[in-house]
């Protein structure tokens, strides 16, 4: 559809049943959750293990298509760990995989199909033989990971950095830094000194957010029925 027809009570009524699912069948099974989380398809948000945790403000956009794996499984029998911080964007198809420890810090933006990892899961030359190569991920805060990036084991990225589209991070990445390509190179430099806008800014007053949200909706589901809302799922016609 190129337009939401529902009307506005109906959208808050799906919001607010999406909460409860979110609340009743997904937070159960992390370790820890914050406050206010935002998943935007609950049942798509696959997680596997113990030890995970999620900061305070966490907006997970994951779809039915494209699903967000969160998983742990310990290194030679011992536990492993997904931590991630505040104010994190996680978008469809991210796999997190830790055999040990991965550690994401406050306000970073993972975009959609990246994949992180701290294991190579097999051995170089037994094959059969897991977790032979394990070491720890660890990304500060304020990092942006592009589409379909892979971010290999022992790798840790500094505060403020970005990862560009399709690119292997193989080594660290220092902070304040673009890397690109396979294996990823430093590309450019951010300016440590000039004023950065973090996710954290969205959230300074939550409330006035989620009311100005809300006043958005109303505007642009003005006018919207139930009836209408239903001719366009039944018998759509050119435009809907």
């Not at 696959?46 to 907006?59: D, S």
């Not at 450019?188 to 989620?210: N, S, V, Y």
């Amino acid at each position: 559809m190129r337009k939401d027809h529902r009307p506005h009570w109906l959208k808050k009524c799906q919001l607010r049943f999406r909460r409860w699912r979110t609340r009743h069948f997904l937070l159960p099974q992390f370790d820890a959750v914050g406050r206010e989380p935002e998943v935007m398809h609950p049942a798509s948000v696959q997680v596997f293990g113990g030890n995970i945790r999620l900061g305070n403000y966490p907006h997970l956009i994951s779809t039915p298509d494209n699903c967000i794996r969160l998983t742990t499984l310990g290194h030679r029998g011992g536990e492993a760990w997904i931590t991630i911080g505040d104010f994190v964007l996680i978008s469809p198809g991210v796999r997190i995989s830790a055999a040990e420890s991965i550690t994401i810090g406050n306000a970073c933006m993972i975009a959609a199909n990246v994949y992180i990892s701290d294991s190579d899961w097999h051995g170089l030359y037994n094959r059969t033989r897991p977790f032979r190569c394990t070491a720890p991920v660890c990304l500060g805060d304020n990092v942006w990971v592009g589409d379909s990036a892979i971010v290999c084991k022992g790798v840790s990225i500094g505060d403020n950095s970005v990862v560009g589209a399709g690119s292997v991070v193989t080594r660290d990445v220092p902070a304040n830094t673009v890397v690109a390509g396979n294996p990823a190179r430093e590309i450019k430099r951010i300016e440590p000194g000039r004023r950065m806008i973090t996710r954290e800014a969205l959230f300074a007053d939550a409330f006035r957010q989620a009311h100005n949200l809300d006043e958005l909706d109303k505007m642009l589901l003005e006018g919207n029925s139930l009836w209408g809302w239903l001719r366009s799922l039944l018998f759509p016609r050119r435009g809907d």
